[in-house]
């Protein structure tokens, strides 16, 4: 009875350990390799970017994220139900494994994005996880073709575009089905990796850069990444104050275009395809190698 006493203790501590959920964040500690090091929750003196509004993360009490986190349903009540709430982000650990490899070819219908998994940033960590060197191979159509109905993305998809560095764009849930910006604390770039070491993106990343050095993902102007339905992704933008009205997948026609927008509030990216999806980029984390159509 002993030996099992032990045993089930040993397992509760890996299960906590392993979590980078909230549970495994109370003591502010992001579960490291040594156990000790700790994290700090950013505030919005933190993000220095420019954009329409500041940046306002970590503004809800943790019984607020805990709430947050478990939501499920209609769109619209999430939305209101989480009105204001920002993402939560601390500032990770800093950790080295190799660099950004990104190669983009295309032809007369598709876009090829061959990438090794690892961003062209610093990369940090506010769980136990560390990103690892993969060969994802990405497929985007050059000419989005609309569906009748949108492609919902359910609680069971993970990967729904590629940003322009290659890294992959999360869908809004975790893998406990839980809204993973209320559930999980990323780090200063909206990141963090899963236990395989898929390294993604949960909210608009704040450490994608111009040329200049600029934040890119602040500005509903700029492009930051790829749908898999082949539409554009852009930056950042509040739905109560950006025209036209952002619709239920995220989007809407701008200019004659329709695109996407990273946004404040749930889902964060998309909530929903309007085009056709490349049905094959969801395969990618589990066949792990280059392929072609």
Not at 22 to 44: A, C, F, I, Q, V
Not at 132 to 139: I, L, P, R, V
Not at 209 to 222: M, T
Request: aromatic content about 12%; glycine content about 8%; some cysteine.
């Amino acid at each position: 009875m002993k030996i099992l006493s032990f045993l089930s203790i040993v397992f509760s501590f890996f299960l906590v350990l392993t979590s980078c959920g909230p549970k495994g964040h109370n003591m502010k500690k992001h579960g490291g390799p040594d156990g000790k090091s700790e994290y700090r929750l950013l505030t919005k003196e933190d993000i220095k970017v420019s954009g329409e509004y500041s940046i306002e993360v970590n503004n809800g009490t943790e019984l607020q994220y805990q709430e947050a986190a478990e939501y499920s349903g209609n769109l619209k009540e999430i939305q209101m139900k989480t009105k204001g709430l920002w993402p939560r982000m601390a500032k990770g650990e800093v950790y080295n494994v190799s660099g950004n490899k990104l190669k983009v070819t295309e032809d007369e219908d598709y876009l090829y994005f061959e990438t090794n998994n690892l961003p062209d940033h610093k990369l940090t960590r506010t769980n136990p996880n560390e990103a690892k060197s993969k060969n994802y191979y990405f497929t985007i159509p050059k000419s989005p073709k609309f569906r009748d109905e949108p492609y919902k993305i359910t609680k069971k998809t993970q990967e729904i575009g590629v940003a322009l560095n290659g890294i992959i764009i999360a869908a809004p849930y975790d893998s406990q089905d839980k809204i993973a910006p209320y559930n999980r604390i990323v780090d200063e770039c909206s990141s963090h990796a899963d236990p395989q070491g898929m390294y993604h993106y949960h909210f608009a990343p704040l450490c994608l850069k111009n040329s200049k050095g600029d934040s890119i993902s602040v500005n509903p102007k700029n492009q930051i990444g790829w749908s898999f339905d082949g539409f554009k992704i852009y930056g950042l933008a509040d739905r109560k104050i950006h025209m036209p009205i952002i619709d239920g997948c995220n989007g809407h026609s701008h200019e004659g275009e329709y695109h996407y927008h990273a946004t404040i509030d749930f889902p964060f990216f998309m909530g929903c395809f309007k085009g056709e999806p490349y049905y094959k980029n969801f395969e990618q984390k589990k066949r792990g190698k280059k392929k072609r159509k």
